[in-house]
């Protein structure tokens, strides 16, 4: 952690707000770290100039450990109830957020760490000997925070069931093999890479993308015909804006378009 107590950096570059955990030695997080990522997630959100976030960690062992497990057995039910529900709050403001999120994984990624970076709308992660999984069964808890839910949606609910009664955690070779993560970059070129892919999105059309992001998730637990709807719904204002007049342009005039999100 830094010397000025500061758990969760928020930086900017060229579009993209980087959230950093930054709580040594695993990014265990206390219900601190979980208010000081909420302020950062907050202010990412409220950012114009933001329109793509990535989070990542500072350490070079681990993305996140999840909930500090030592201090979980010491408080008591009620305690760890506030904790948990401050986990929910950050991730329904990620998931809820018009912008891009996207987790950058190059260390250990378990429980709430893991639960963290599926809230996250990508993921993309280093090659690695690291470990990622929910290993809450064996501590006879569930994995709380959106853990159940987001697993089984991005990989299926045979496979997400049997890691999650088992509580085996996997490499990145495999979480990429299985879906659950988007991307496998080389360890040595995971930064460069995950900025480079940040800035691609954050230069596209950003009205467009929140659409897509929301009709995506929205859409998730409707019938076809409902789905259709709402990708009605939120299609149908884009052909108005600025955004299209200047796609429109850009592909007659053959080159690349400057998106405003307008």
Not at 63 to 83: E, H, M, P, S
Not at 90 to 108: D, P, Q, T, W
Not at 117 to 123: E, G, H, K, V
Request: hydrophobic share 40%; charged share 20%.
């Amino acid at each position: 952690m830094s010397k000025s107590g500061t758990k969760v950096l928020l930086s900017k570059q060229q579009g993209v707000g980087i959230i950093t955990l930054n709580h040594s030695p695993a990014n265990a997080y206390d219900i601190d770290l979980m208010t000081q990522l909420e302020k950062r997630v907050i202010a990412a959100n409220e950012d114009k100039d933001v329109k793509t976030v990535l989070l990542n960690s500072a350490l070079p062992k681990f993305f996140c450990a999840g909930a500090d497990i030592r201090a979980f057995g010491k408080n008591d039910t009620a305690t760890n109830q506030v904790l948990v529900s401050k986990a929910r709050q950050v991730a329904e403001r990620i998931n809820s957020s018009k912008k891009i999120y996207i987790a950058v994984l190059s260390g250990h990624t378990l429980g709430g760490g893991l639960e963290l970076a599926m809230a996250c709308d990508l993921r993309l992660a280093a090659e690695g000997n690291y470990l990622l999984g929910l290993p809450e069964v064996k501590l006879g808890l569930i994995p709380g925070n959106g853990g159940t839910q987001r697993l089984l949606r991005l990989i299926g609910a045979a496979k997400a069931l049997e890691l999650m009664i088992t509580g085996e955690s996997i490499h990145p070779s495999e979480a990429f093999r299985l879906g659950l993560v988007n991307r496998l970059y080389p360890a040595d070129t995971i930064a460069e890479e995950a900025m480079k892919y940040a800035q691609a999105l954050a230069s596209g059309p950003s009205l467009a993308i929140a659409a897509i992001k929301r009709s995506v998730c929205l859409g998730e637990g409707m019938t076809l015909s409902v789905g259709l709807k709402l990708e009605e719904s939120l299609g149908n204002p884009l052909y108005n804006s600025e955004d299209a007049a200047e796609g429109y342009a850009a592909y007659a005039e053959k080159r690349p378009p400057q998106f405003k999100g307008k």
